[in-house]
């Protein structure tokens, strides 16, 4: 029987327990008395409990009646205190998804563009429970974007990561079935660009005869075009981090003049093991660097957008979109007469390409090429190879150097 003059005498860290009630016991703490239900698991021998109510506001009949239901959950093989797992929509698992594993890896662009895709593509499955989506309306979902199967696979692939990422949280139940990593896979391959009515699916580079036949034909450009394009050739860094450049990034060095550009402003800013990446300025490339921060603005960026607010740096599509308006098949401004590349079929990234095929024809050592570019070792070499690579890429940039102008050279002769 319980007595409520025994409870009422109870003090802190002692408790009452409850005759013909196994594992029912009142329990005194600083804050008051609550009703808990205490048993031995079966699985780990250690003690569990789960508070039923506070006393006195759950009286001892109703206590009890709460004991008797949490018994025979736990009689029947269950665990009564196990987290009911909240069931999500489709749109819910990937908000989670976005703001959470995405906003910490990715930058602010890449986050937006994940978060763009979900909205834009998932169409009537968003408001479904996650873990109720059919293999048919999975199926469906990839089906619809089977035009562009880059995208497609690239949504696949972030749905995927998504549903795993909301059952390692606990917000999807672990039995959830991922469709995304079983539906197509192999089956969304690009058919490639659409260049001039046609299919592009290679990826470009240029020859060595063709980087010397562009050199000379870059003053065509406008000075900024012309100088982002140079140092793509020169330097094997990528468009976003060129046209990010800033004057405090560029230190002259005993062994000349050196650019550092940031961990964050690169694309391996999200691996822990990546540092800041250190390119030697070489030949046309140094007098490009030395030429523009003598102009530099306020903004100290070298290539500063140019608008009335300032500020800013020139965006790495308006570089792109310069490259294409002087394709011979392009038919932007069809009434503007301007000169046309000898060179076709090319994006500024492949300048990037080239620059890394030139220097494997040049004998240099893939470690040391793949360094120049920025790409971080793969697998365990990546951990346990932390090499800065800055002597090396001081002799090959300068070797580079050597053979882009040789290369001019050849082509003016």
Same mark, same amino acid.
């Given at each position: ?32 008395? #609550? ?277 800013? =740096? ?60 920025? =790409? ?36 003016? #002769?």
């Amino acid at each position: 029987m319980f007595d409520a003059r025994e409870a009422k005498s109870l003090k802190p860290d002692e408790h009452l327990n409850i005759e013909g009630c196994p594992g029912l016991r009142l329990q005194c703490t600083t804050r008051g008395r #609550s009703w808990t239900y205490r048993w031995k698991s079966p699985e780990t021998g250690g003690m569990r409990q789960k508070k039923i109510g506070n006393w006195p506001a759950m009286s001892a009949p109703a206590a009890i009646a709460a004991w008797e239901k949490l018994r025979e959950v736990r009689m029947g093989g269950a665990d009564p205190v196990a987290r009911a797992v909240r069931v999500e929509t489709v749109e819910e698992v990937c908000d989670f998804y976005v703001s959470g594993h995405i906003a910490e890896s990715r930058k602010v662009r890449g986050r937006e563009a994940v978060s763009r895709m979900f909205k834009q593509m998932l169409g009537d499955v968003a408001t479904i429970p996650a873990n109720q989506l059919t293999r048919a309306q999975a199926f469906d979902v990839l089906h619809a974007q089977r035009a562009t199967p880059t995208q497609a696979q690239k949504l696949r692939s972030e749905l995927g990561a998504a549903w795993e990422y909301a059952m390692d949280a606990g917000r999807l139940p672990q039995d959830t079935p991922n469709w995304w990593r079983q539906l197509m896979r192999g089956k969304l391959r690009s058919v490639g660009r659409l260049v001039a009515g046609r299919r592009v699916t290679t990826k470009r580079f240029l020859s060595a005869n063709e980087m010397g036949k562009l050199v000379q034909w870059l003053p065509n450009f406008s000075e900024m075009v012309q100088d982002v394009l140079t140092l793509y050739l020169w330097t094997g860094t990528r468009g976003s981090e060129i046209v990010a450049m800033e004057a405090q990034e560029i230190q002259e060095e005993a062994t000349g003049l050196w650019w550092t550009i940031p961990k964050v402003k690169t694309k391996n800013a999200r691996h822990p093991h990546a540092t800041d990446l250190r390119v030697p300025l070489i030949g046309r490339a140094a007098k490009i660097v030395q030429k523009r921060m003598a102009l530099a603005p306020a903004s100290g960026y070298l290539f500063a957008a140019e608008t009335e607010t300032g500020g800013g =740096h020139t965006a790495q599509q308006a570089i792109g979109a310069a490259v294409n308006y002087v394709q011979p098949y392009c038919k932007t401004a069809k009434r503007h007469v301007r000169e046309r590349l000898p060179v076709t079929h090319w994006a500024p990234h492949d300048l990037r390409r080239s620059t890394r095929t030139l220097l494997a024809s040049m004998g240099c050592p893939p470690e040391i090429a793949e360094a120049v570019l920025g =790409h971080l070792p793969k697998g365990i070499e990546g951990t346990y190879n932390r090499h800065t690579y800055d002597p090396e890429r001081l002799a090959w940039l300068t070797r580079l150097d050597e053979k882009l102008e040789a290369l001019v050279v050849a082509r003016s #002769s």
